[in-house]
């Protein structure tokens, strides 16, 4: 079955890097896209980027541009997202998703991974 | 950017009521639009994508409609489990936001 599995819960000083990885399996990894949206506490869904795992292209939603980078290791089936320069206000669950259908619907999300940024 | 809004924030209904949740998006993004419903606590799930079809294994009292710029979610027969968040979200270019989320509960 289709499955993302995402790492676990980070604890960042402010002003450092995370790097939160997404293991797929049960489908083939560079037939789709990776999307990754967060969600602060309490708040909605804030899409962050895309890579294209056939060959690693990427899109930013412009909040996040120069602060992230979205890879990916097909022979690991594994795409990564890192976040630098981590303040108080990127606490929050990051979620990879399955492109599915067009450019963004996503069927099959990670579990979350909760990001906390604390002194 | 494309910006999506939802209306209403949020809303209350009884079980077998038919609730209705719109999306507006600030330039026509044609048929590309998608539908989640998160639970508390879950990971959202997809209901509708292409603006109007559904999901596979999604309820049919779910439906989606719209074109352009303005969509709409369609909860028919309202059942409890059908508490959660509905967020849309533009699939027609990067960015690909998702409006500010509208909660359902249960009166």
């Known amino acids: 079955q289709v499955q993302l599995v995402q790492s676990g819960a980070e604890v960042k000083k402010p002003g450092a890097s995370v790097k939160v990885s997404c293991m797929a399996s049960g489908f083939t990894f560079t037939r789709h896209g990776i999307h990754w949206v967060r969600q602060a506490p309490g708040q909605g869904l804030e899409w962050m980027g895309w890579?294209?795992?056939?060959?690693?292209?990427?899109r930013y939603s412009q909040k996040f541009q120069g602060r992230v980078t979205l890879t990916r290791d097909t022979s690991a089936s594994t795409a990564y997202m890192e976040l630098t320069s981590l303040t108080s206000e990127d606490t929050a669950a990051y979620y990879c998703?399955?492109?599915?259908?067009?450019?963004?619907?996503?069927?099959?999300w990670g579990q979350g991974t909760l990001v906390t940024v604390s002194s | 950017d494309i910006q999506m809004t939802q209306s209403p924030s949020s809303l209350s209904a009884s079980v077998g009521d038919s609730v209705t949740i719109t999306c507006r998006a600030s330039q026509g993004i044609s048929n590309s639009l998608a539908w989640y419903q998160q639970k508390p606590g879950k990971v959202p799930i997809l209901l509708i994508y292409?603006?109007?079809t559904l999901q596979s294994g999604v309820p049919s009292r779910f439906s989606g409609s719209g074109s352009g710029t303005d969509f709409t979610l369609t909860v028919s027969s309202l059942q409890p489990e059908d508490v959660a968040t509905y967020y849309c979200?533009?699939?027609?270019?990067?960015?690909?936001?998702f409006g500010q989320g509208t909660k359902l509960e249960i009166k």
């Open positions: 979200q533009n699939c027609a270019s990067a960015p690909f936001t």
């Open positions: 998703a399955r492109n599915f259908f067009g450019l963004a619907s996503t069927d099959y």
């Open positions: 292409a603006a109007s």
């Open positions: 890579v294209n795992a056939v060959d690693g292209d990427t």
